[in-house]
């Protein structure tokens, strides 16, 4: 297995978009994420990411790390949810989406994203009136910066030592530089910015029934086809404040763990 490196979050600082002083259950969505990615296997270059958006917060309007979306009509990625099993560890998603303002601070982005170590980077034009009607700036461009999958191989047996939701991770709500990638994930849930989604009451039943899952992250709906691609984007209409999702994927122990959560979820 490939360890994950970790950073002391205590001692750094990114002015302009994140104090790991905060606490989790008083910062805002684009905080969570940004700390979210300085738990990824490569730290160092998500820092310097990081240091490069704070320096130029003007060129966008917000940004998400997550699994690539794909390019296909072949539909979701097979290893899109790679960063749910390893939740225990870290943050194993590939991909930075950046939302910029126009095609010129989209450019300027870009010209940054390539000190950062990137497989690839795009920029698109955003086209899509009905997704991005929450926009606050017309003409804005999306820039995808990806990096290479590290995808190994994990034993079962790993997570029945390492990873114990039963240590009641949610009665309290820590500093951003002290929380687990699951407790980020959680705290991301609850600044979903939906007013028909209660987390609160989701994360009480999750924490009564912790011997039934691994790890669970909220997201977009994972598309179909590439015609749907542009719903996976919606998270990005809410920031900084508020992540909008419409998806709560929940890794459950076995299959009858599954199908009791399922009931739960009915609720």
């Given at each position: 297995m490939i360890p994950f490196q970790k950073l002391n979050l205590s001692k750094l600082e990114l002015d302009g978009i994140v104090t790991f002083d905060t606490k989790l259950g008083s910062c805002s969505a684009q905080e969570i994420i940004a700390t979210l990615m300085l738990h990824q296997q490569n730290p160092l270059t998500?820092?310097?990411?990081?240091?490069?958006?704070?320096?130029?917060?003007?060129?966008?309007?917000?940004?998400?790390?997550?699994?690539?979306?794909?390019?296909?009509?072949?539909?979701?990625?097979?290893?899109?949810?790679?960063?749910?099993?390893?939740?225990?560890?870290?943050?194993?998603?590939?991909?930075?989406?950046?939302?910029a303002p126009n095609a010129i601070t989209a450019r300027s982005l870009r010209s940054l994203a390539q000190e950062w170590n990137c497989t690839h980077i795009d920029v698109y034009p955003i086209r899509?009136?009905?997704?991005?009607?929450?926009?606050?700036?017309?003409?804005?461009?999306?820039?995808?910066?990806?990096?290479?999958?590290?995808?190994?191989?994990?034993?079962?047996?790993?997570?029945?030592?390492?990873?114990?939701?039963?240590?009641?991770?949610?009665?309290?709500?820590?500093?951003l530089s002290e929380c687990s990638p699951q407790l980020l994930a959680a705290g991301l849930f609850l600044r979903h910015g939906s007013e028909k989604l209660h987390a609160p009451s989701i994360l009480d039943d999750l924490q009564a029934n912790s011997q039934l899952w691994y790890s669970f992250v909220a997201g977009p709906q994972l598309p179909n086809a590439d015609a749907e691609l542009e719903n996976c984007l919606v998270g990005l209409c809410g920031l900084p404040d508020n992540y909008w999702i419409d998806c709560l994927y929940i890794w459950a122990r076995n299959q009858v763990a599954a199908e009791q959560l399922q009931m739960i979820s009915r609720r």
């Open positions: 998500m820092q310097r990411a990081l240091n490069d958006l704070a320096a130029h917060s003007k060129w966008w309007d917000g940004f998400v790390s997550g699994p690539a979306l794909p390019t296909t009509d072949q539909g979701a990625d097979p290893g899109s949810l790679t960063c749910l099993r390893d939740l225990w560890t870290g943050w194993n998603a590939d991909t930075l989406y950046i939302l899509f009136e009905k997704l991005f009607k929450r926009s606050r700036i017309k003409g804005q461009h999306l820039l995808v910066a990806h990096w290479q999958r590290t995808v190994y191989m994990v034993e079962e047996m790993d997570f029945g030592t390492t990873c114990d939701p039963t240590s009641h991770q949610f009665d309290r709500l820590p500093q």
